[in-house]
Nanobody, 118 residues
């Protein structure tokens, strides 16, 4: 059964850190490009970070220098390390997998809530 399970969200104080995980099952993620998106209340979903199958990364300007995306293909898991968190980072975070082959495969995680508040 194909599934993406996210974990690691929660409540953290400003300046704190969290690490999100997204574990894939039912398929091998080696050749997928992976992204983390977030959606705050009343706002559109936005792209936070991406990592290619070749481990090239890219970040939104708002998180550059604070967030790090990484992948462990052996564990079929992608991570988002978040540091120096700000209240404006509060959102539901989603992992996103895409593969461009003979067909295009796109999968979304269920989302995990991150709340940054004192």
């Amino acid at each position: 059964q194909l599934q993406l399970v996210e974990s690691g969200g929660g409540l953290v104080q400003p300046g704190g850190s969290l690490r999100l995980s997204c574990e894939a099952s039912g398929f091998t993620m080696d050749y997928y490009a992976i992204g983390w998106y977030r959606q705050a209340p009343g706002k559109q979903r936005e792209l936070v970070a991406t990592i290619t199958s070749g481990d090239s990364t890219n970040y939104a300007d708002s998180v550059k220098g604070r967030f790090t995306i990484s992948r462990d293909n052996a564990k079929n898991t992608v991570y988002l390390q978040m540091s120096s968190l700000k209240p404006e980072d509060t959102a539901v975070y989603y992992c996103h997998f895409v593969y461009f082959g003979a067909s295009v495969n796109i999968y979304w995680g269920q989302g995990t809530q991150v709340t940054v508040s004192s």
